[in-house]
């Protein structure tokens, strides 16, 4: 997820595999002045029918009205944290195969990750329109809002298990974005983090357990150290620290990249709330980091192995490729063999959108508090829909040919991982 890097005709190439022309609609109605531009979405034709085809309509009735139950803040508390928790086993247990049937679950394919992230909308959504029976403060409904952020999104349930008999492991995936050009979008990233979370797989090296979580496509909630916060407590010493971790998103057309390195650059791409920003990445107070803060970082993956194993259908690259200002110099050059010393960082190998952030804060933490194991990125393909729904305007929200291309994208990340166990390398 790097739209900078994927520039010129690449990044066209991207955006037309991926369906991205605007269609041409009626004017929208008028926004409620509460509502986040991502929750402005959520009338739309194609969110409605993702979540009722996805089985997930009844996500926010339900939770609107639980809501209204409440008379106490801390009522309003457990109820966020225990209703975003049960939204995100709810869409890991669909992923995964378990749960109700196509009359109850519907007819989308179970690997789609799409009605979770709108189901967790209509959640955010109704509390903005909640009007409780106590006083709510501003600084509170949001504080509740965050609840729901961070459980629906398995931040707070990441379980590794004690032990040297089994390996454990941390992905992260994305969002769907771009959603104003194509409302329909899947990120693939996310499907995987649905399909992995929880599982075991067998390597050379031992079985591993993952466990998963995923981001929103925003640049505040990363300055205010959404990254940080998830990771930090499976970084630190002890019986449960994690020994190989992942970020993921999705990246450039047919093929997967492990990014070498990651650069301290924010690019300015608008994010799914249509927010800009250009500036070095921000450390946000209170977060273990390295001082000064580095122009890079660069991945402990095995990627060596990782790109020679077959794995999968895609091809996997070893990315090494930069964007630097060189030391001395004002104007910015790529370097295809990475950064040189003493240059300032304008793009990573992931660009300069929030997956080259992700891999940045993910590895800088990792730094910081001298974790020593195995860590970097890896993008996978653009999720394409199949020849003739490539037009958001005419198209339908899925067909057999995307679910295919999700499917192999997300046993090819699982493939990638077991290499990725087998292969580590420790101290």
Partial sequence: MHPSRLGGTVL?????????????????PAPRPSLTVEEQ????????????????????PGFAAALSGTR????????????????????????????????????????????????RLGMTRALQEWKPAFRLSGAQRAELTGRVERSSRGQDSLDLP??????????????????????????????????????TVD??????????????????????????????????????????????????????????????????????????????????????????????????????????????????????????IPAGATEPVDRPDGPTPGSTARAGGGGDYLSNEIAYRATLLRDAVRLPVPGGHLHTPVLQFGPGNTDPATGTVTDPEFVRNRLAITDQVRSLTAVAVAHARTP
């Fill in 72 to 119: 106490t803040l801390p009522q309003a508390q457990r109820l966020a944290t225990a209703e975003g928790r049960r939204l995100w086993q709810r869409a890991v247990d669909r992923a995964q195969g378990r749960g109700p049937g196509p009359e109850r679950a519907g007819d989308l394919s179970r690997d789609d990750d799409r009605p979770l992230y709108w189901a």
């Fill in 203 to 324: 390597t050379p090296a031992g079985p591993a357990r993952i466990e998963a979580a995923v981001f929103p496509v925003r640049w505040a909630d990363f300055a205010d150290g959404t990254v940080e916060r998830t990771l930090l407590p499976h970084f630190r010493p002890g019986p449960r620290r994690v020994d190989l971790f992942t970020t993921i998103s999705q990246g450039r057309p047919g093929r997967f990249d492990l990014e070498r390195t990651n650069g301290a650059w924010r690019g300015g791409y608008p994010d799914n709330a249509n927010a800009s920003r250009t500036e070095t990445v921000p450390v946000p107070p209170g977060i273990p980091t390295v001082h000064p803060q580095p122009q890079w970082t660069t991945t402990s993956l095995p990627y060596a192995a990782m790109t020679a194993a077959t794995t999968g259908p895609f091809p996997v690259h070893d990315n090494t490729e930069v964007t630097e």
């Fill in 12 to 28: 066209a190439a991207a955006l037309l595999a991926a369906g991205a022309t605007v269609p041409a609609t009626a004017a929208a």
């Fill in 162 to 199: 004690e032990g040297t008999r089994v390996k454990r492991v941390i992905v992260t995936g994305f969002d769907p974005f771009q959603l104003d050009a194509d409302p329909r979008r899947s990120n693939p990233s996310g499907a995987a983090a649905l399909a992995l979370d929880g599982t």
């Fill in 41 to 60: 979405r959520l009338d739309g034709p194609v969110p409605q029918e993702i979540l009722r085809r996805g089985g997930f309509a009844d996500t926010a």
